[in-house]
């Protein structure tokens, strides 16, 4: 019934029949009137997104004229504080670096270093890569893991980094085996470093560097103690210090069982080591005193605190009672906050709400030399600990961080003399062999080598330490660099 | 140079557009978009430039020479000689070496090898002036008389160093008349925007995460590791890849051309067969145009005519084994669709065939990823649970980590742009619409600007992580 009376109203043809003509006209001028409402609607469309579409260019292309006007007004920065290196800078132009693609490169590194805002850039990247990283999981298992560099970004760069607080380090070769290497090489050595160290894991507000070993890095390692030993024979005794860093004692389970252990690395390093070679066991000590300072959150390092505990391992091994650290007259805190490594590389916002401090122990009446030679010429003198160093990186406090040769001088007049083999670690731990030592040799491999045997006849050493966290167990620049030592 | 550099988008890009916008004459645009793409290409890489221009020039003198004795036996022979050319500047610069290695395994022969470094963007224009002079000879196009839009063919920089393979039918008629409404411009920017972001923030960091697990030692990962190594060298290569044709379609926009696609959401093929419809487009029809269809296509020798394709497709991306070895592997997968399941794959349910792409895919980035070939069976072995890693290890965290990521990277991998865009052009029916859709626009591309110049100089920060004080 219904369908019937639609059909009945809806037909179009009834009603045209009775509206005749006048309809049809007025159809059309509706017809017309859409129409022209339609251009009307088109051209105004067609000009509002033309409008927008000139917005759009004018923003991004304003964007990056403006940057790029920045940059050609902005003031020239040299060197990155929170990167700890020398920013790229403008390449000298001369048609043979043109033409070899070297100039054009350069010149866009220095140009992307010199980049206007670029620690503001930086950051706001940091947080993007922030987002993608932080998982909303549970708050205990709060874990970020964030991924450094690897080799070939490092390889390309060619930038190497002056440690401004040492010597003039000139690229000389000076006497017959001893050659001053350039911090380049270290560069290298680090990133096969990195490869084992792979990430840094974030728990609560410490950072860590991940850890692995395999067997054949752990004997790699012992034969080149071994050898050193070996070496050296009867002429001194030889001390194997490998040092665990914090993953192990605050890291979550799974970065410290099967391949991620450091006690099983340490244990099994010890174990491929000659009976010549007394091993130093610091990781009980470590671990008994886990709760209190021993390692930095926001660096790789130790504190003083923890190498201290180290040494007291050291002292037990030589059978000696290790200086308490209630009778240092001279110990406090270094002024300032202290950002280290793993804040520059996360860019952590918890790490840097949770600065750490660095406490020092200082030894009395010792006087230390630097020498960029094994001849021990030019010396220069430095502060055993730097009590109030300005260094953004206070660790630098240590024996004047890295240095290629150190000699220390203590008021003991025992006879006792001790050359350490050692990377940074062994910084914080140097200051307490002034308590039983008349004299403290200290080399970097790295950075100088020459013939240990002769050195140690030479300077009547009795005892020789090889200090490493350890990452450096992995670390074939390393190790060849004492390879070089007993060749 | 590259397009994710901050040099090119500060400077060299505006610059750029700046000067060639400021006639409006063809052969003023024409020079203009010529010089500064010698000078792209000059600057990264100034002693090989030599290299295409001589190449473009045997390719013009060959097209000439071919359309004046059209007809005559001797185009044939003008034909071939000037690929013998143009092709032998591809072998000695990115083969000659794989091939004396090859030549030195055999006993008491020893070559010396070259010590030549591979010019950029070889085999793109390599490969875009042949398809000039076989397209010449066959008459599908007009031959080009002024060498100097030859050359702005070739070199043009949009898409001079990562493709895609723009074929000279594409855009012969373009280079003589070509313009650009304020509308295709900005439409030419959010596409440069989607492709730098892709590159830039997906793929750079996709890469850091498959250097940490699968460039580390693969005695240390776990079964877990190794599959989020892979999924990320997946998802990387993908957003790279395309990141680049993406980027360079934009720019060929914003210039008043228009290119091909080179890429139609390749991951969410339902079949080998339609991954490789979707997938490198540009190299893809190439390959089907002069090497396939000549040699005899599906008519005569198909699986001979499929191995070739695939051997040299794998080999075109590097000259080493592992390419051979993906090349391969992909023969065997599509002869496999082809004369065993026979369209079997259509007529199930999507899901399955999706799945079964992805899977195949998949393993094929292990023999792409690795160019050492003496790693890819311990990374097929951890893959599979039979290695002795451990299924887990610590690598769930770093799985768990990147899950955000992941899900950026599915999402980014489905036609979601394409929807997206649909819909836009249905709201920007009335004006109100069409304001707001603008108005998005500008936005959507302010932001991934601004967020991918943010990457890039993130990018540059390199903290001296190691260094030992």
């Given amino acids: 019934m219904t369908e019937n009376n639609d059909d009945f109203f809806d037909d179009d043809f009834d009603f045209s029949m009775f509206e005749d003509e006048k309809g049809e006209r007025e159809n059309e001028l509706r017809k017309e009137a859409l129409k022209i409402e339609q251009r009307k609607n088109e051209k105004e469309k067609s000009i509002y997104s033309k409008m927008i579409s000139f917005l759009s260019i004018f923003l991004c292309f304003g964007f990056l004229i403006f940057l790029f006007f920045l940059s050609v007004t902005d003031a020239e920065k040299t060197v990155s504080q929170s990167e700890k290196r020398t920013l790229a800078s403008k390449p000298d132009f001369s048609l043979s670096e043109l033409f070899s693609g070297r100039w054009a490169t350069e010149y866009e590194d220095y140009y992307s270093d010199s980049f206007p805002m670029r620690d503001a850039f930086i950051s706001f990247s940091k947080k993007i890569e922030n987002v993608f990283t932080r998982f909303a999981g549970s708050k205990n298992n709060g874990v970020i893991v964030k991924i450094e560099k690897n080799e070939d970004d490092f390889a390309g760069e060619g930038i190497t980094f002056k440690d401004k607080q040492t010597t003039s380090k000139k690229e000389q070769t000076t006497a017959g085996n001893i050659t001053q290497k350039n911090s380049?090489?270290?560069?290298?050595?680090?990133?096969?470093?990195?490869?084992?160290?792979?990430?840094?894991?974030i728990v609560d507000n410490r950072a860590m560097e991940m850890f692995g070993y395999t067997e054949s890095l752990l004997k790699n390692y012992a034969h080149m103690v071994n050898s050193v030993a070996g070496k050296l024979g009867n002429s001194a005794q030889v001390?194997?210090?490998v040092a665990p860093t914090s993953v192990e004692f605050y890291g979550t389970k799974e970065y410290r069982t099967g391949y991620h252990s450091q006690y099983d690395a340490i244990n099994k390093l010890y174990s491929y080591m000659d009976s010549s070679v007394k091993t130093v066991n610091a990781y009980p000590e470590l671990s008994a005193h886990s709760d209190d300072y021993i390692y930095f959150r926001t660096d790789h390092h130790w504190t003083a605190r923890g190498a201290y505990y180290a040494y007291t391992a050291f002292c037990d091994l030589k059978h000696i009672a290790p200086r308490t650290l209630e009778t240092y007259a001279s110990h406090g805190k270094i002024p300032g906050d202290f950002?280290?490594?793993?804040?520059d590389l996360t860019k952590s916002d918890i790490l840097a709400k949770n600065p750490d401090y660095v406490e020092y122990f200082c030894p009395e009446g010792v006087d230390g030399y630097i020498y960029d030679n094994a001849k021990m010429e030019n010396p220069m003198s430095f502060l055993v600990v730097a009590k109030n160093t300005a260094a953004s990186n206070k660790y630098l406090a240590f024996i004047a961080g890295d240095q290629p040769l150190e000699k220390i001088v203590t008021p003991n007049k025992n006879g006792k003399k001790i050359i350490v083999l050692k990377e940074s670690y062994g910084n914080a731990f140097v200051p307490f062999l002034c308590n039983d030592y008349e004299e403290i040799y200290v080399v970097d491999p790295r950075k100088l080598t020459f013939d240990l045997k002769d050195f140690i006849m030479a300077n009547s050493i009795n005892d020789v330490l090889l200090i490493n966290y350890a990452f450096a167990i992995g670390n074939t620049t390393y190790t060849d660099a004492v390879w070089e030592m007993i060749k | 140079m590259v397009f994710s550099s901050l040099f090119f988008l500060c400077i060299?890009?505006?610059?750029a557009l700046i000067v060639y916008n400021l006639s409006k004459n063809i052969t003023y645009k024409n020079v203009v978009l010529l010089l500064f793409s010698l000078f792209f290409y000059a600057w990264g890489e100034p002693k090989w430039i030599i290299v295409m221009i001589i190449t473009s020039l045997v390719d013009y003198a060959a097209g000439r020479l071919i359309d004046k004795n059209r007809g005559r036996a001797i185009a044939k022979f003008y034909m071939v000689l000037s690929i013998v050319i143009t092709l032998g500047a591809l072998v000695v610069f990115k083969y000659l070496n794989f091939f004396t290695h090859v030549i030195n395994s055999v006993p008491f022969i020893t070559l010396k090898e070259t010590s030549i470094s591979l010019p950029i963007g070889i085999s793109f224009y390599t490969f875009q002036a042949m398809s000039y002079v076989i397209d010449v000879y066959r008459g599908e196009v007009q031959v080009q008389k002024k060498y100097y839009n030859l050359l702005l063919y070739i070199s043009m920089f949009p898409q001079l160093i990562a493709g895609p393979i723009v074929r000279y039918s594409t855009i012969s008629q373009q280079i003589s008349s070509r313009g650009v409404t304020l509308e295709q411009f900005s439409d030419g920017i959010t596409r440069f925007v989607s492709g730098l972001a892709k590159k830039v923030v997906l793929a750079n960091y996709l890469g850091l995460l498959v250097d940490t697990t699968l460039k580390s030692d693969l005695?240390?990962?776990?079964?877990?590791g190794a599959w989020t190594g892979l999924l990320a060298y997946f998802f990387q290569i993908y957003f790279d890849f395309s990141g680049y044709s993406d980027m360079a379609i934009g720019m060929g926009k914003m210039l008043g051309f228009k290119f091909e696609e080179n890429f139609d959401y390749p991951y969410t093929a339902a079949s080998i067969t339609q991954f490789w419809r979707k997938w490198h487009i540009?190299?893809?029809?190439f390959f089907r145009d002069y090497v396939y269809i000549p040699l005899g296509g599906n008519k005569k020798f198909q699986l001979r005519n499929m191995l070739v394709v695939w051997l040299l497709t794998g080999f075109w991306h590097g000259a080493s084994w592992n390419f051979l070895i993906w090349g391969f592997y992909y023969f065997i997968l599509l002869a496999f669709e082809k004369f065993v399941l026979k369209g079997k794959l259509e007529s199930a349910p999507s899901f399955i065939g999706r799945i079964y792409t992805v899977f195949f895919v998949l393993i094929g980035w292990v023999f792409f990823y690795f160019d050492d070939v003496s790693k890819i069976p311990a990374a097929i072995k951890t893959l599979f649970g039979f290695s002795s890693n451990g299924s887990f290890g610590a690598d769930a965290v770093v799985f768990k980590n990147n899950l955000i990521l992941f899900a950026v990277c599915i999402v980014a991998c489905l036609p979601v742009g394409r929807l997206v865009s649909n819909a836009g052009k249905r709201i920007s029916q009335t004006v109100g619409g069409t304001i707001a859709v603008n108005f998005v626009t500008v936005f959507y591309q302010i932001t991934l600007l601004?967020?991918?110049?943010?990457?890039?100089?993130?990018?540059t920060y390199n903290p001296f992580l190691y260094f030992r004080f």
Avoid: H, M
């Fill in chain 1, 184 to 201: 380049k090489n270290e560069k290298y050595a680090d990133d096969k470093n990195a490869k084992i160290a792979r990430s840094v894991l």
């Fill in chain 1, 239 to 241: 001390y194997s210090l």
């Fill in chain 1, 339 to 343: 950002l280290g490594t793993l804040y």
């Fill in chain 2, 12 to 15: 060299f890009l505006p610059a």
């Fill in chain 2, 219 to 224: 005695n240390l990962i776990s079964l877990l």
């Fill in chain 2, 282 to 285: 540009s190299l893809g029809s």
């Fill in chain 2, 450 to 459: 601004f967020i991918s110049v943010s990457c890039l100089v993130g990018s």
